[in-house]
Nanobody, 123 residues
Framework: QVQLVESGGGLVQAGGYLRLSCAPS????????MGWFRQAPGKEREFVAA????????NYADSVKGRFTISRDNAKNTVYLQMNSLKPEDTAVYYC????????????????WGQGTQVTVSS
């Protein structure tokens, strides 16, 4: 069982930045592919970014390419989402997810989910 805890959300003005963190429990963190998803009010949950267990492979949604960066520190059991040049349309609850099978853009691929952290970008 993997428990995920997100942190780092908040309120920021358009053009600003935030860094989200996700700290899974367990000592086999490096075996899991990690993903970030988000869900805005009235919308379906959507893929944001993912990173392989080793950190060698990453994948991003087109809407965040060039603005967001996913990374991980396996020694600290933490995955990060650096979000720059934030836009009001980035406003959502952001979720961290983990999968023993690797990474994918589909939410159904991931077995474990955090509770989410709110990101609000004001115009």
């Amino acid at each position: 069982q993997v428990q995920l805890v997100e942190s780092g959300g908040g309120l920021v003005q358009a053009g600003g930045y935030l860094r989200l963190s996700c700290a899974p429990s367990g000592r086999t963190f490096s075996m899991y592919g990690m993903g970030w998803f988000r869900q805005a009010p009235g919308k379906e949950r959507e893929f944001v970014a993912a990173i392989s267990g080793s950190g060698r492979y990453t994948n991003y949604a087109d809407s965040v390419k060039g603005r967001f960066t996913i990374s991980r520190d396996n020694a600290k059991n933490t995955v990060y989402l650096q979000m720059n040049s934030l836009k009001p349309e980035d406003t959502a609850v952001y979720y961290c997810a983990a999968s023993i099978s690797g990474i994918d853009w589909r939410s159904s691929f991931y077995e474990y989910w955090g509770q989410g952290t709110q990101v609000t970008v004001s115009s």
